[in-house]
């Protein structure tokens, strides 16, 4: 085992050139690098080797039939070995006349050349300083690779606390999207039961982006579910969920959030607005209303107090929730989608179904801003039939 160990550890070398002697000098040379050396005579046994084992650094002649100079066959190799490891050192070998061919094969990918008859003490300075580069290369691709797979567990995860479905609701419909701008969401959305006739339903917008919001977002969903359970009014829940982002997050990190029980049966909708985009209603004749009644975003004041509102969802009418990722969605000009804009396209398209109602004013303000969103962006409708 510790000689399989010792092994490893060694720079292992492919050596190509299409005369033996040569191989087995640049072996001789390179005796006391501890190298393991591979050689080998022809660029078809190279690419064969490199696509079947991995070599810390590959030592190739630009020419390989007797009869030619041009170095042609050597620079279709680094392509091809580029091809196969991006991440490989070359190092090309070339005759005193053929300095452009060289300078060529780097502008391809080869880190640096030697040219024939090399000397020894430059031979081995050249492939050490690449091997260090090479070695370098590969631990830098391997931690972008651990990152981004962190990144990905992170955003399934973090996506897995969003509903996978959305309950059916007797005299109502409902679709929602949430569109994160980066791998991690500061947003956050949620619909669940909480008995036969009474459902919430909440939206939240963290203060920032990136991986420091969208852990406060995951206390928030923790916080819901966990005082939602207990059937307490919007005002209240909203009241404990400050409570426990007071005591949780940094310093002006704050949450906008809505919270809302609709009562399915008497079709009534009581709601707290803690600083969040006011959702809007569009009512039957056309007329939208804003749900302002609240009071401050939560995570600021320990002291948080809040007016409830409640309105009647009569058929027809049309619920949207949504972030300012959407209203602050901006076109070429600078110019913001903005919540008029929104609210008209909602006036002019009320009379469609939820899911309907939700793809029209998504894609709306997706080529408002050409399928380019600075923030994170949630939409959801809700639409009593």
């Known amino acids: 085992m510790a000689t399989a160990e010792l092994i490893g550890e060694k720079p292992r070398v492919l050596i190509a050139d299409d005369q033996p ?3 087995e000098a640049l072996r001789l040379a390179l005796r006391d690098e501890g190298f393991l050396i591979e050689l ?3 660029p078809a046994a190279v690419v064969d080797a ?3 084992r991995r070599f810390d650094l590959a030592l190739l002649d630009l020419n390989y039939a007797r009869d030619t100079t041009s170095g042609a066959e050597g620079l279709e190799l680094i392509k091809q070995v580029r091809g196969i490891d991006g991440d490989l050192p070359i190092v090309v070998m070339t005759a005193w006349g053929s300095i452009e061919v060289a300078v060529e094969a780097m502008q391809r990918g ?5 040219q024939k008859p090399w000397d020894n003490s430059a031979l081995r300075r050249i492939l050490r300083t690449q091997l260090d580069r090479g070695r370098a290369r590969r631990e830098a691709r391997q931690r972008e690779l651990r990152d981004e797979r962190e990144r990905t567990e992170a955003r399934e995860t973090q996506l897995g606390l969003l509903p996978r479905e959305l309950p059916n609701l007797p005299g109502f419909e409902l679709a929602a999207v949430c569109r994160p701008a980066r791998t991690l969401c500061g947003d956050y959305y949620d619909v669940f039961t909480l008995d036969p006739t009474h459902t919430l339903i909440c939206i939240g917008d963290v203060s920032g982006k990136g991986a420091a919001a969208a852990l406060v977002m995951s206390n928030v969903q923790a916080a819901v579910k966990a005082y939602a359970g207990e059937n307490c009014a919007p005002a209240e829940l909203c009241k404990r969920v400050n409570r426990i982002l007071c005591t949780n997050c940094e310093p002006g990190r704050y949450v906008t959030f809505f919270a809302a029980v609709l009562d399915t049966q008497r079709s009534m ?9 006011p959702p809007l209603v569009a009512r039957r004749n056309g007329s939208v209303l804003k749900l302002s009644d609240g009071g401050p975003v939560l995570g600021e004041f320990e002291d948080w107090s809040a007016a409830q509102g409640e309105i009647a969802l009569d058929p027809g009418d049309r619920l949207v929730l949504y972030t300012d990722g959407i209203t602050e969605a901006a076109n070429a000009d600078g110019d913001e989608f903005g919540t008029e804009r929104l609210s008209e396209l909602l006036s002019r398209e009320r009379g469609c179904s939820a899911s309907e109602l939700h793809a029209r004013l998504l894609a709306a303000a997706v080529r408002f801003a050409s399928d380019s969103f600075a923030d994170d962006a949630t939409l959801l409708v809700l639409a009593a039939l």
């Open 21 to 23: 002697h040569v191989g």
């Open 40 to 42: 080998f005579g022809s």
């Open 50 to 52: 490199i696509g079947n």
């Open 110 to 114: 080869a880190g640096d050349f030697i």
């Open 269 to 277: 909708l009581s709601y707290v607005n803690a600083g969040h985009n």
